[in-house]
Every structure is written in C-alpha cells, then in structure tokens.
C-alpha cells in the first residue's frame, strides 16, 4: 500500500498543502488526481492545476452544506467523489488528493468505515492525502503522515472577508 496523508486542525492552509503536494508530485511527472469535496464555487487552484495535467474533480453544490441537517443531494455528490477515487484508484495514479473530505465525514455525508475501506483497497503505487478540519480519530489511526494547521491568528476574526486570490 501506498501512504496515507492527512492535513487536519482550524488554521489555514490545509488546502494549499494538498495544491503544493500535487504540484510537486506531478514536477516529478506523476499521475495525480484531485478531488474536491463539498466545493461547488470555482477557486484559483483549479485551472493551473489542470494546465500541469493534475486531473480535478468536484463534487459539490454552491451552497454551504448544513451540518445538522445535510441535504440528499449534498450526501449524493460527496458519494460520487468516493466512488470516482475508488474508480481512478484502479488505474493505480501516484497521487490522490481527497480535499475536505474529512469535513465530508464530519458532516455526515460520508461514513467514516467508507472511507476506511476505501484506504485498505489503494494501490501499492498510490498515495493518498486526506484533507480537512475536524478529521475523526480512526482516519487520523490510519493515515501514516499528519499534520495539523493551528490557527495562530486569522484576519477573519477581524472582520477582514475572504481574500479572492488568496483564500479561495
Ligand atoms: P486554504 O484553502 O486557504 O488552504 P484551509 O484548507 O486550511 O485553507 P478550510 O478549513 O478548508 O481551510 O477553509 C477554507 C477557507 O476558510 C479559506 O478561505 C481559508 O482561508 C479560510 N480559513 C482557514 N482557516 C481559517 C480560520 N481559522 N478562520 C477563518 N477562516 C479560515
Ligand atoms: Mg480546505
């Protein structure tokens, strides 16, 4: 089995890690997938990821998803994001970016065990990275790499709004 990265905590740039990580994986000329999940808005990364041929899919409405009470078809689309990495992890890629799907866990779109059983079928040849804050404990036993971003100080709390360029 390839290995498993996970990017987790409250500060920012657990994205941009997975962007960077892609980035680098495919200077190397490596195959590199990345989903997104729960994103539905476009966001800067996405066209210069595919001019370097990283394969994007997103799986996601505009709307923010309602934790307490997630739409059909909100759990829908972050299934089909599942089910399109089990599919491309059969072509065996060096990399797959599965980006905020831990906050498709957390938000009860996706079971935790789906997710599990996902990790046991990858590829010895691919490696996966697990993105997103409130990832739960099992996903953070099974990853072999985890790195949490810990919110110092984010303009937010001023009342600065989210940067186009920069925060999305
Ligand atoms: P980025 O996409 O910038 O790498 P991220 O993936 O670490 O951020 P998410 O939890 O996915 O962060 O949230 C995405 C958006 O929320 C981004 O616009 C990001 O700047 C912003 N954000 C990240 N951390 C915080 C925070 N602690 N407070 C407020 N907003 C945040
Ligand atoms: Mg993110």
Redesign the pocket.
Known sequence: MGLIYLFTG????????GIGMAVRARGQGNRVVFIQFMKGLPTGEIEPLKELGVEVYRFGTENFVDFKNPSKEDVELAHKGLEKARELAKEKPFLIVLD?IN?AVAANLIDTEEVLDFLKTIPDETNVLL???YAKKELLDAADLVTE?K?IK?Y??KGVP?KEG???
Not at 10 to 17: H, I, L, P, V
Request: glycine content about 14%; aromatic content about 10%.
């Open positions: 409250n500060g920012k740039g657990k994205t941009e890690a905020e906050v993105t997103g804050r971003m919110e984010h937010f709390k989210a920069i925060d999305y």
